[in-house]
């Protein structure tokens, strides 16, 4: 249904791999790659010209690059010049800003904005009406939930520009903010609501405004398993993970390294 | 202006109304119903398919029901297998995912975001920015108003999915997050910026993070009227509600079912 | 890449001033008037007509004015009867409604939601995915950050409608809501998730839920420079502000009226 090529704009300047389905009213400008078996969904905009493009008569669009498997959905506009691992997966309406850097497998919910100038590691989950300030640093496997703000200028307005960075495996519930230059550790949890104004060591749980550790996440009791800690959530939940069908435990003794 | 039929797109297996308008870069797919009456703006996508119609070759897009006298907005995008009562209204960019169940006269507002799994009343209420995470329930009446959360995982990440419910006539502010599988009674207001972690009483104002009720909600005093309380609202308030003209005391005895 | 005249839709009744830029699919209504050197990206929707459009035959799009030197982004969803100043600039997918009158050199973020009925004075910044009511009156140099809610209504649903009002300079840092009618002095900072129920003297911090004034805004200190307070900001921040080069006490001196 969604692929007649009506109304479609491919640059000729853009590099578009095997087996690439492009939806109707997508518009890919100059230099965008796209890797193979990937699908770009309809109303799109991929490589989005930079400011400078307005202004700047001799302006040449720099490379953006989707690897294999990408699935973009409806509506995105997605800046030129960032870059994105296979499996990459957008909900609709996202914008990405240029100078984005993000490893495989991540995902952007609807209704997103990456500010760019942020690196993302593997199987990071932005979800809806995310908002990553630029400057930002994102581990692996790090979740983003609703209206979350990633912000970086510590006395607005003014010309420092200091993003939050975030360790593997945490979790940052909806509604919260993370001050500028916050450093939250690994495998922490910021609850809803709560805005981060120190930094967080590894394990922690932090919940209020101002934001305070409140616990240990293994403290957590699961809903799902009597007597059980939810967390680590990666012994708990599997849904999109690599280790799928085998357990954490068994793909961390194959991926030493990760 | 918005009705010239210009890059209009319509499944031939859609069922179009009588007297349906259809705006300029509209995509209408596969086994949408739209009842009499209706108006469909400029560049909507509905009937959007499912995740599956990527994988899935033999893919049969669920048939979607609009009611009559729909008026949605520009830029809306909603999926297949949702089902909306007649008089639904839309703003715009709106997002409402598969097997939405909204009764007649509901209306959601512009970058809302309806993840769909979910079950609303009639006359109910969505303003701009909220999002209603799956399996929630709302009933009558329920206003839910800008950057507002239903979430639905108690432990993110896990498998459990477990949404809130609210009664009749109740009031969801600005800013609130609603945890998992919280209930929350009829005629409550939940103030603004609210992180409602209990179940709520019949009747009760909530404040807070986290969330306490601080009263009822017959104790709070209208603006409009010295020496009167403006709960229940429905006494004081009939823009686009069906007591309009004849008051709601009137309307109750008429529509005794309710 | 972006002006090749593919799905262009422009009123003959729209007044184009001279070296305007128009992308693709984007779509211009009656009466709307652009100034000279302005670009409007793709898929932009300028002078959406009013609800009245959809019910009555006799309907006139009243007039929309963009001043010199505009700058809108793509999918920006802008309605009939607002007022610009010169240097208007917007990120993408904004949406502001009708009688909405701005200053010069204002911009509006990305997702943004102005709801019409307002006035802004000028060199205004509103981030992405802020919201502002109706009756809302900002006046110079404010700036809004993400998330934030101007509300107004006091006691949802009624029919009263009171905004926000607030004083040159000041700033409303992310995720804050203002209750209806509270007015905000000049150069004051709202810090970040701050629910503001009271009216804010000048020169006051405010933080919390509910807000309260924690102290001056002189009492912060610079992160950029030693011993110094960054607050009044004018003098320590110029991008885009029309003391740029010459300082703010000087700017001063040059608009003793301003």
Known sequence: MKFNNINVYVS???????NVKIGDNTIIYDNVEIGDNSIIANNCVLGEPLNSYY?????????????????????????????????????????????????THCSVGSFADVEGYSTFGNYCRMHSYSNIGME?????????YPYVNFTNDPHPPSNVCVGPTIGDYSQIAAHSVLLPGVQIGKNCLIGVNTTVINNVPDDSVVSGNPGKIIGRTRWIKSKEKENTSHYPWMYHFDKGMPWKGIGYEQWLKENPDF
Chains 1, 2, 3 share one sequence.
């Open 136 to 144: 930002s640093k994102l581990g692996n496997f790090v979740f983003v």
């Open 12 to 18: 000729s300047k853009a590099v578009i791999g095997k």
């Open 55 to 103: 202004s700047d008569e001799s302006y040449v669009n720099p490379k953006t690059v989707f690897g294999r498997n990408t699935l973009i959905r409806s509506h995105a506009i997605i800046y030129a010049g960032s870059q994105f691992g296979d499996f990459f997966m957008t909900g609709h309406t996202v914008l990405i800003r240029e100078k984005t850097i993000m490893g």
